[in-house]
């Protein structure tokens, strides 16, 4: 079993929809946990990191669910902009030091 | 503030030619990541250091070395590059154990 897993896509949606991904750990002492999002190869950039109770950035909400191990992104009224691919990020622990493990990431395309 | 900075931006390489790929930090950073990621994949970790002096292995240590002599700087060094090394290689840092990773711009090479 990979440690973090995604479904690579691609998700094909018009402009204006809702779109949900969902990300898989495997490591229950997981501490810490990230969306980034990457265009076309370039370096990621984070997107927002992920708290037990939730948190929204404008029409971006994340969500952990620590018994099951998943983390989760909605985006609402989706932009063409917004196509890019979205990777989860987990820092696997335990051990001396948390390493950011990156899990393959999900296409996203927006359409007109 | 320049924040990760990578050298060079581009580089081909024969087959059996050595290199370093440079990074360097000036966020006062004592985390520093070397990853690779392939076309359609996530990033892989390649070696990693908590701080000045102190570098592990990753996911995919194998043909590459690095050092941490000071805390700006982690660079990457390939000894004798094979095809199996094209790739794209990211450096990224962070300042505590739960902080997201903060990226340089890349590194795109290719080794024929």
């Known amino acids: 079993r990979k440690e973090v897993e995604q479904d690579p896509g691609p998700f094909n949606v018009p402009e204006g929809a809702t779109v949900a991904f969902n990300c898989t750990y495997s490591n229950s002492a997981s501490q810490s946990f990230f969306w980034y999002r990457q265009d076309c190869r370039k370096e990621p950039k984070l997107l927002m990191s992920?708290?037990?109770s939730g948190n929204e950035d404008g029409r971006f909400t994340a969500q952990l669910n620590r018994a099951s191990q998943y983390i989760s992104l909605l985006i609402r009224d989706s932009k063409l902009s917004d196509s890019a691919t979205y990777l989860c990020?987990?820092?696997?622990?335990?051990?001396?030091?948390?390493?950011?493990?990156f899990g393959r990431g999900t296409s996203l395309i927006v359409h007109p | 503030n320049a924040g990760v900075t990578q050298t060079p931006k581009f580089r081909i390489l024969k087959i059996g030619q050595s290199m370093t790929l440079q990074c360097t930090q000036d966020?006062?950073?004592?985390?520093m990541y070397w990853y690779r990621q392939d076309p359609g994949m996530g990033l892989k970790l390649i070696y990693y250091s908590v701080g000045a002096g102190i570098t592990d292995k990753g996911e995919v240590p194998n043909g590459y070395n690095v050092s941490r002599s000071t805390t700006e700087d982690f660079p990457l060094r390939l000894e004798l590059a094979a095809p199996s090394q094209t790739s794209v290689y990211f450096c990224?840092?962070?300042?505590?154990?739960?902080?997201?990773?903060?990226f340089g711009n890349g590194t795109r090479l290719t080794v024929t």
């Open positions: 966020m006062n950073h004592n985390y």
């Open positions: 990224a840092s962070k300042g505590q154990e739960g902080s997201p990773l903060h």
């Open positions: 990020v987990v820092n696997m622990g335990p051990g001396g030091s948390y390493i950011p493990t």
């Open positions: 992920v708290y037990s």
